[in-house]
Structure formats: structure tokens, C-alpha cells
């Protein structure tokens, strides 16, 4: 069967809130695989993670700064994508997750509120051309200054 081109799935944090779901995803993703396309997934922090976090963020500081509260709440997200990756290659497929600054998820200064400037291919395709599924962080990037000083 050729390639049917690249598909982007987005699962959100009630799509992947347990290990269940997360397998019932990997399946949704799989089927995707199936038929023949190169799969792009975006997946958020599972269920009630982004909450937890917050939480515990208050805990410690009842004003935290945008930046460090970003950078806590990234972590919901790693979490999320190395599972999904785990899953997939559970049932037999070759996965890799990333982090939203590992595939140039470009954005601008904005914390809490990022627009996304641009996002660089080149990763995302060098391994969908390995028949990869590439699972990716939603919720980051990198700003654009700390790129170019890379």
C-alpha cells in the first residue's frame, strides 16, 4: 500500500488521563498507521495533571512568575508523549516523542499565552521517512532568541 500522506492526530488530557485510554489512543494511532499514513500525534498533559500541578505550584508560592509556572507545567506534557511512545512500540510500532523545542517549535515571548511563530520540519520528517510515528509535546516551544543562540 503507498503512502497516504502525513496525518496529524491531537489527543487532549481526558483522551489520554490513564493507562487505558492511553492504550485505546495508541490503538486509534495505530489504525491510522495501518492505513498507511506517516502519523504526527500532539498530545496534552494527561487528565487532571495540569491541575495537580497548579496546585502544587500554589503550595510553594501563591504568585509564582508566568515563566517558571510554564516551565512546570511543560513537564505534564513529557510525561504524556514518552507514555504514548511506550504504548506504540507495545504493539509494534517504532515511535520517538519530542519535546516541543526538540522538533523547533518556534514561539514568541509570551508566557502562559505563546503564539506559535513557526515550527521546523526537518526532525518530524527525517524520522516519519524512517516509518516512524513521531509523538510530539503539546503546550511548547522555544523562543525564538534561545534558538538563535544555539
Same mark, same amino acid.
Given at each position: 500500500?503507498?503512502?497516504?500522506?502525513?496525518?496529524?492526530?491531537?489527543?487532549?488530557?481526558?483522551?489520554?488521563?490513564?493507562?487505558?485510554?492511553? +492504550?485505546?489512543?495508541?490503538?486509534?494511532?495505530?489504525?491510522?498507521?495501518?492505513?498507511?499514513?506517516?502519523?504526527?500525534?500532539?498530545?496534552?498533559?494527561? *487528565?487532571?495533571?495540569?491541575?495537580?500541578?497548579? #496546585?502544587?505550584?500554589?503550595?510553594?508560592?501563591?504568585?509564582?512568575?508566568?515563566?517558571?509556572?510554564?516551565?512546570?507545567?511543560?513537564?505534564? #506534557?513529557?510525561?504524556?508523549?514518552?507514555?504514548?511512545?511506550?504504548?506504540?512500540?507495545?504493539?509494534?510500532?517504532?515511535?520517538?516523542?519530542?519535546?516541543?523545542?526538540?522538533?523547533?517549535?518556534?514561539?514568541?515571548?509570551?508566557?502562559? +499565552?505563546?503564539?506559535?511563530?513557526?515550527?521546523?520540519?526537518?526532525?518530524? +520528517?527525517?524520522?516519519?521517512?524512517?516509518?516512524?510515528?513521531?509523538?510530539?509535546?503539546?503546550?511548547? *516551544?522555544?523562543?525564538?532568541?534561545?534558538?538563535?543562540?544555539?
Amino acid at each position: 500500500m503507498g503512502k497516504k500522506g502525513i496525518l496529524v492526530q491531537k489527543f487532549g488530557g481526558s483522551s489520554v488521563a490513564n493507562p487505558e485510554r492511553i +492504550k485505546r489512543v495508541a490503538e486509534r494511532v495505530s489504525a491510522a498507521k495501518k492505513q498507511g499514513y506517516d502519523v504526527v500525534v500532539v498530545v496534552s498533559a494527561l *487528565g487532571d495533571t495540569t491541575d495537580e500541578l497548579l #496546585e502544587l505550584a500554589a503550595e510553594i508560592n501563591e504568585e509564582p512568575s508566568e515563566r517558571e509556572l510554564d516551565m512546570l507545567m511543560s513537564t505534564g #506534557e513529557q510525561i504524556s508523549i514518552a507514555l504514548l511512545s511506550m504504548a506504540l512500540q507495545k504493539i509494534g510500532h517504532q515511535a520517538i516523542s519530542f519535546t516541543g523545542a526538540q522538533v523547533g517549535i518556534l514561539t514568541d515571548a509570551t508566557h502562559t +499565552k505563546a503564539r506559535i511563530l513557526d515550527i521546523s520540519t526537518a526532525r518530524i +520528517k527525517k524520522e516519519l521517512e524512517k516509518g516512524k510515528i513521531v509523538v510530539v509535546a503539546g503546550f511548547q *516551544g522555544i523562543l525564538e532568541e534561545a534558538q538563535l543562540m544555539r
